[in-house]
């Protein structure tokens, strides 16, 4: 009984360090590490059912480790894995203990989407299955990350350097350890491995990330209300531009449009593919409407409305919201050489332009959390 209660303690323990959750299996007081559903890094084995084709099956595991981290491994015929379980792998120097997050052969499937061609990079070996006393070290050294993280920031500080260490993360055997920092600058820190080497008698390898890597660490709430999705579920960052910003019709505040990275939020880019399929037949909204009542400006686009906002030169105060079908036969008609009377009578509605922005500004701060 006793030896149940520690192994539970230990899973568990190994669940808020490693991000995993602990889950009872069966009606026994038997609890497993388990990463799907509940891990940032978890892989979704969509072919664990299916039979694996004939031939040597693969013989390649894709572990998982702290912080965003994940390598392919190949393991021997003596060495059976499921999905969830700890293994020691090759680390250099020495050993690390990692986590099974994928087996079989959708690791192949991986492997292609990562560009990981194992014909041309030598992968490293899976030594064994993690015994006691591998596991027992493991923790102990997951167990004085925090310590180190915070004598480590008190050194940097006395040596004067311009750097942030953000995360400390041991390996499996505590002969090394890997420290995560961010800095604006190019920084000299021989000394600082110095100092730390005879602090903690360990390898010492500065590994420096950017500030989206940062906020992933860090977590935190967004403006939206909910948890940083670069802390909860994505593992790979694409560039945002404010073009993205400009094809939605947002307004190019940058305080609004920045993260708590301060780069420009991830989630403008998770409409963006709709929003310009939407604009496809869009006509240009550099043209000018010709009308006898003078020229007509583009003010304003609401692209799932299917509405656009003009105002004549002489009067921009006041906007007139236009169906896209209207804009496209009052083009063809100055194309034509014909020049209609007026806007109005294309005209959904007329609004002033203060409303007009004060409603655009309050969708955005609806849809994206504002500030």
Not at 13 to 20: F, L, P, Q, V
Not at 86 to 96: M, R, T
């Amino acid at each position: 009984m006793e030896g149940q209660i520690e192994e539970t303690k230990r899973n568990q323990y190994i669940s808020s360090a490693r991000g995993c959750c602990a889950m009872q299996v069966g009606s026994h007081q038997h609890f497993k590490v388990n990463q799907q559903k509940c891990c940032k890094l978890s892989s979704y084995n969509w072919l664990d059912n299916i039979q694996e084709p004939l031939g040597s099956p693969i013989r390649i595991a894709e572990i998982r480790f702290k912080n965003g981290r994940k390598d392919f491994y190949h393991y021997s015929e003596e060495i059976t894995l499921q999905d969830g379980e700890i293994v020691a792998v090759e680390a250099s120097p020495g050993h690390d203990i990692g986590i099974v997050s994928l087996t079989g052969d959708a690791v192949r499937l991986q492997m292609k989407r990562k560009h990981v061609d194992p014909g041309k990079k030598e992968l490293k070996q899976i030594f064994r299955h993690a015994r006691p006393a591998d596991v027992e070290k493991w923790l102990d050294a997951l167990s004085i990350e925090d310590a180190t993280l915070r004598k480590t920031r008190v050194i940097a500080m006395d040596l004067g350097l311009e750097m942030k260490i953000n995360d400390v993360e041991y390996q499996g055997d505590c002969t090394k350890a890997i420290f995560y920092y961010t800095a604006n600058e190019r920084v000299d820190f021989r000394e600082l491995i110095k100092k730390l080497a005879e602090a903690f008698r360990i390898r010492i390898e500065m590994r420096q990330i950017g500030v989206r890597q940062e906020a992933a660490k860090l977590g935190g709430i967004g403006s939206c209300g909910r948890e940083l999705c670069c802390s909860s579920w994505m593992s790979s960052f694409h560039s945002v531009s404010t073009n993205s910003a400009r094809l939605q019709h947002l307004s190019l505040n940058p305080q609004k449009l920045a993260g708590q990275c301060g780069k420009l939020k991830c989630c403008l880019n998770y409409e963006l593919e709709e929003y310009i399929d939407a604009q496809k037949d869009f006509p240009d909204s550099r043209l000018k409407l010709k009308t006898k009542k003078g020229l007509a400006f583009h003010q304003k686009t609401d692209v799932f409305k299917r509405i656009m906002w003009y105002a004549y030169a002489d009067d921009s105060n006041n906007m007139m919201a236009i169906p896209v079908d209207k804009v496209q036969e009052i083009i063809k008609l100055n194309k034509d050489g014909k020049i209609p009377p007026e806007l109005e009578k294309y005209a959904r509605h007329k609004e002033q332009k203060d409303n007009v922005e004060k409603t655009v500004n309050n969708d955005f701060v609806s849809y994206y959390g504002g500030i």
